[in-house]
């Protein structure tokens, strides 16, 4: 059976027709292509047709009005049911939908990218969009000052990953009655019951104890799904967000496959799919639209509840760089703060967070400053990380910044990130053994080799004051995922106030004809480095200095010259891991550039530190300027 009709006053007997069609269209693009999710698209189709046909507040038209609200499908695995929503609502076609989906070069991919402009971040790794959601919400309500609504749908699966619970806690702490999360409870995973199964009691308690609003509903009782959703819609004057519970059955409405365990991610064969479909009442036609969101104006700040004392906050920040001078001993941590504030001040897009080091990494700055602009996440760098990339879907140039090490904890979502096309700026601070008595566990040794490998990336390594602040603005204005390193320690002013330093460049600190040794460093070792060339110069060995500051992209130019001037004789020193590192990254540039005559000494972290001081332990790891000397010494002699 084929039915056809367009409705803009839609009924919950429309609202069922568009589930069917909704379940039937999941079946119909994941058997034509081969692949993909159909029953956990079926278990939640009645939720998605009673909310994009009647509570959904969106102009299709405009994907990009501030006004909309935003749909989120936490569990990206079902993109035939989202797909199936956007051919519903006439944004695409049936041939789209049946011979676009999981098909090379297509737009409908396996699951959910915002290459779709209908989609704010992408989605598939379990457990990170309800904490994007957190972040599209808290630019609703604190930056945008706008009455949308962020409507994330959850499957139960992914209710047990951490992520999901720090989602739920920072949404309560921040009152983000503009979030409901819609939890999927079909009862089944990828390979049987999930550890909760359709114990809704359960789920409820944990959610209110995380401080949301809880519903709990028959997923399939179309009129308790629309009485849930308006509660939960007529939440923004409260301050809770909204978590509707509800029980489903994977598979629903094909009685072959309803609650079987054997289903997961397995589309259905051709004629299994015509029984699915002649079951679920044929083919339809449905084009269903859903309310246009009214015209509204920012309302007035809320109360923000990181907003410190009048006393505690910094009035009139300086639009103005700050200025370091040569010489003058000052950390890149500190510079980070102080470059934010500038930042801040000359743009009103400019957001932080940081993961409860503030006071460390110097972003307290920019909370005395504007604390209407900051967001404290805790000891929660999953969820600041995902929080940067929701505010940064709405527009903002978010800035998220904790030490080092502890972002390996967030890199599946700076990972996402990436495939979002976020443009999400990382600061990282205490690198390395440079950090000192605290010991290998605050010492990131990874984080360079973390970085370089996200697509499209950018890792940034100043070594004093003025290149920090520089990069700090370059970054405002660098796409994707860019990465900053900073130190611990204090070290002397190398440049003076206002010089440039390009994303993909580096500099030379020292050169002349008569050089026969390149020493490279970044951060900590470019003094080192420095030092090792005085000790050189005393020997009667020229060595030529280079800061490599950006280390992705790297600067493959100057490499090769240096390269070729001091006969391929190269020192690189770095406070980290030898695996993807600096001489990593100094090593492939050189070898993409054909510079097959090199004498590479790659001085690095190989061992496992342990308590000392920064100059104890730089020496212990062999990246000091006598290790560097007598690297380079080294390999001058063996010519």
């Known amino acids: 059976m084929t039915t056809t009709g367009i409705s803009n006053d ?18 119909r693009s994941s058997t034509s292509a081969g692949s993909g999710h159909p029953t956990s698209s079926m278990s939640a189709a009645d939720l998605l047709a009673v ?3 009647r509570h959904l507040h969106y102009d299709w038209d405009d994907p990009h009005s501030p006004l909309n609200d935003h749909l989120i499908f936490s569990k990206g695995h079902a993109s035939p049911l989202l797909y199936s929503v956007f051919r519903a609502v006439g944004v695409v076609s049936e041939d789209e939908l049946l011979n676009g989906y999981r098909r090379f070069g297509q737009r409908l991919e396996g699951h959910p990218t915002p290459i779709l402009p209908w989609v704010d971040v992408a989605t598939g790794s379990l457990g990170q969009g309800l904490p994007d959601g957190v972040g599209v919400s808290l630019a609703g309500k604190y930056l945008d000052r706008l009455p949308y609504r962020t409507w994330v749908l959850c499957g139960d699966s992914e209710l047990a990953e951490g992520s999901i619970w720090e989602a739920l806690d920072k949404a309560h702490y921040y ?17 049987g019951a999930t550890d909760l199964g359709w114990d809704l009691e359960a789920y409820a308690k944990r959610a209110e104890g995380f ?9 399939h009782d179309l009129q308790a799904i629309d009485e849930a959703f308006a509660t939960a819609a007529g939440g923004l004057a409260g301050a809770q967000p909204t978590v509707i519970v509800a029980r489903t059955i994977k598979g629903k409405g094909f009685s072959e496959v309803e609650d079987s365990p054997d289903w997961h991610g397995k589309p259905f064969p051709p004629d299994m799919a015509d029984r699915a479909i002649a079951e679920l009442g044929g083919v339809r036609e449905l084009t269903v639209r859903g309310p246009v969101p009214a015209h509204a104006e920012p309302g007035p700040a809320p109360e923000h509840p990181t907003t410190l004392a009048p006393q505690d906050q910094q009035p009139q920040p300086s639009r103005d760089q700050p200025q370091y001078k040569t010489g003058d001993k000052v950390a890149t941590r500190k510079a980070y703060g102080d ?3 500038a930042l801040g001040a000359r743009d009103e897009k400019v957001v932080a967070l940081d993961g409860e080091v503030s006071n460390s990494t110097f972003t307290e700055e920019f909370t005395r400053a504007f604390p209407d602009r900051y967001f404290e996440m805790f000891i929660a760098e999953q969820q600041m990380v995902a929080a940067a990339t929701g505010i940064a879907a709405r527009g903002y140039k978010t800035y998220a910044s904790t030490f080092a090490a502890f972002l390996t904890r967030a890199y599946d979502f700076i990972r996402m990130g990436a495939i979002s096309g976020a443009n999400l700026r990382l600061m990282g601070s205490h690198a390395g053994v440079e ?4 010991g290998p566990s605050q010492m990131a040794l990874e984080d360079l080799a973390m970085m370089r490998a996200v697509h499209g990336s950018t890792v940034l390594y100043p070594a004093d004051g003025t290149s920090t602040v520089a990069l700090v603005d370059a970054m405002a204005e660098t796409p994707g995922i860019s990465y900053l390193r900073t130190t611990r320690g204090s070290y002397p002013g190398l440049y003076p106030p206002g010089t440039a330093f390009p994303v993909g460049k580096s500099k030379v600190l020292r050169s002349s004809d008569a050089d026969q040794v390149t020493l490279i460093g970044a951060g900590v070792t470019l ?16 060595a030529r200095v280079i800061d490599l500051y950006s280390v992705k992209p790297i600067d493959a130019e100057t490499l090769k010259a240096a390269a070729e001037a001091t006969g391929g004789r190269i020192v690189v020193a770095e406070d980290h891991h030898p695996e993807g590192g600096l001489g990593s990254a100094v090593a492939d540039a050189l070898l993409e550039c054909g510079q097959l005559n090199l004498r590479l000494a790659r001085l690095a972290v190989r061992g496992m530190p342990g308590s000392g001081t920064g100059t104890q332990l730089l020496a212990w790891a062999g990246i000091d300027a006598e290790h560097i000397a007598a690297a380079a010494r080294q390999l001058v002699a063996a010519q």
């Open 51 to 53: 909310l994009v046909s």
């Open 10 to 27: 839609v009924s919950l007997d429309v609202a069922a027709d568009l589930a069917a069609q909704l379940r039937v269209d999941s079946i």
């Open 175 to 191: 009152r983000l009655s503009n979030l409901v999360a819609i939890l999927d409870v079909n009862r089944l995973g990828q390979r």
């Open 527 to 542: 003094h080192e480095a420095l030092q090792a060339a005085d000790l050189l110069a005393h020997g009667g060995i020229a």
């Open 435 to 438: 950090i000192g008595a605290d």
């Open 339 to 341: 470059a934010l504030v």
């Open 211 to 219: 401080g949301a609003r809880v519903l709990v509903i028959d997923g």
